[in-house]
């Protein structure tokens, strides 16, 4: 069964960052690509970055774009987002998922969904 498990979410400053884990269990994640994605409250839940499962490429949204970044470590069976200068706009539940496609094109595309961990942007 595929398990993804989010981690490293918390309370942080503006201008700060903050690195997301993303575990898997019952697979090996570097077969996958693999997306983060956040929701805030009211909103509708968005794309942050995706790292494709084949040449390693990566995709931002325009709104994080320079400011977060995506890696995997394969040894560890993870996936992280490192997050700096965040902003109270940040603020979001975020979620890894894994897509069975290369270079997922939408939301459709993955498959496994962790629980999501909170991120709170706020002096």
């Not at 320079?66 to 394969?74: K, S």
């Amino acid at each position: 069964q595929l398990q993804l498990v989010e981690s490293g979410g918390g309370l942080v400053q503006p201008g700060g960052s903050l690195r997301l884990s993303c575990a898997a269990s019952g697979f090996t994640l570097d077969y996958y690509a693999i997306g983060w994605f956040r929701q805030a409250p009211g909103k509708e839940r968005e794309g942050v970055s995706c790292i494709s499962s084949s040449d390693g490429s990566t995709w931002f949204a325009e709104t994080v774009k320079g400011r977060f970044t995506i890696h995997r470590d394969n040894a560890k069976n993870t996936v992280y987002l490192q997050m700096n200068s965040v902003k109270p706009e940040d603020t979001a539940v975020y979620y890894c998922a894994a897509s069975e496609f290369e270079k997922p094109n939408s939301e459709a595309d993955f498959g496994s969904w962790g629980q999501g961990t909170q991120v709170t942007v706020s002096a």
